[in-house]
């Protein structure tokens, strides 16, 4: 739901007649519903609610001061991917320790200004970026967090340009190779292995590709922790966004029509994956 609507053929969001704020500010013009954000936030925050989890709002989707400072206000963690964003998140009164750093092109001067701002963990791509964090926390006289990110070879079936989590796709290291990346990992002195991250694509329209994703890493995730100690497992990705028909999925009277059969919500995606995590949880404390 959302609150972007029409009333007397007039665009409103949240009471506001936008021809109004079109004829104040000019074209063009970007509006936000603070409202929306929030309403959506908590609702897939209160979807997860039996798992300790952390929210990780990907600010490359928009870093706009104004949204980063609505979710900074909720508690909510950034996903990052340069240093430019997380000057965003702390400029806009975020958290940098609720802040992954992930994306394959991190730069030396990067990684330091990450570290020394005490990022919750650094998603690891390759081999040699896992050498480049050992070296850049070594020189700092600290020891990094990281999750090397796993690619798992599971297809999201979104569009083939935002698919992520295949072997086609250039992203992570494959599930077969990931033990002994971590053993080579654990050697590092100035490496801490945090987590364990994957991340299968945005815009999933289903939830059996997340599922299928995290079934098959649970079982590497609860050896990982058992021999390594780490502390999360982050199972990425993105719930879709109704683009059809975006207007009229703003009232909770289409959740209850039979267009919205078989859309994916927060509630669905968590009624699928939560019995999962918390079974691993549960018998391996993690």
């Known amino acids: 739901m959302h609150q972007f609507y029409y009333k007397n053929k007039e665009l409103y969001c949240e009471g506001v007649r936008l021809s109004e704020l079109v004829n104040k500010f000019g074209t063009p013009l970007y ?7 929030i309403n959506h936030f908590n609702t897939l925050k209160n979807a997860l609610s039996e798992l300790d989890h952390l929210i ?18 909720l508690g909510s963690g950034f996903d990052i991917v340069s240093e430019g964003e997380l000057r965003r998140i702390i400029a806009a009164s975020g958290d940098p320790q609720k802040c992954v ?92 292995l945090r987590g364990i991250q994957m991340h299968i694509g945005s815009q999933l329209t289903s939830v059996e590709p997340f599922e299928q994703a995290v079934k098959k890493v649970s079982p590497l995730a609860i050896d990982l922790k058992e021999k390594y100690n780490i502390e999360f497992f982050s199972i990425g990705g993105g719930i ?43 018998e391996n404390s993690y």
């Open 240 to 282: 879709g966004i109704v683009y059809k028909p975006a207007l009229a999925s703003g009232t909770p009277d289409w959740w209850k029509s039979p267009e919205s059969k078989g859309i994916l919500t927060p509630q669905s995606y968590a009624e699928r994956l939560v019995p999962i995590l918390k079974k691993n949880r549960s």
């Open 101 to 192: 750093f992930a994306g394959v092109g991190k730069t030396e001067s990067e990684i330091e200004f990450a570290i020394k701002n005490q990022i919750y963990s650094f998603n690891v791509e390759s081999e040699p970026e896992l050498e480049r964090i050992n070296a850049v926390a070594k020189r700092l006289g600290t020891r990094a967090p990281v999750a090397i990110r796993v690619n798992p070879n599971v297809d999201a079936h979104t569009h083939a340009k935002i698919t992520t989590g295949t072997y086609e796709n250039k992203f992570g290291i494959g599930f077969e190779k990931i033990p002994a990346i971590y053993k080579k990992a654990s050697r590092l002195k100035n490496i801490w």
């Open 56 to 73: 990780c709002y990907a600010v490359k989707a928009n870093s706009n001061i104004g949204i980063i400072n609505t979710l900074a206000g």
């Open 31 to 37: 509006v936000y519903s603070r409202n929306t954000i």
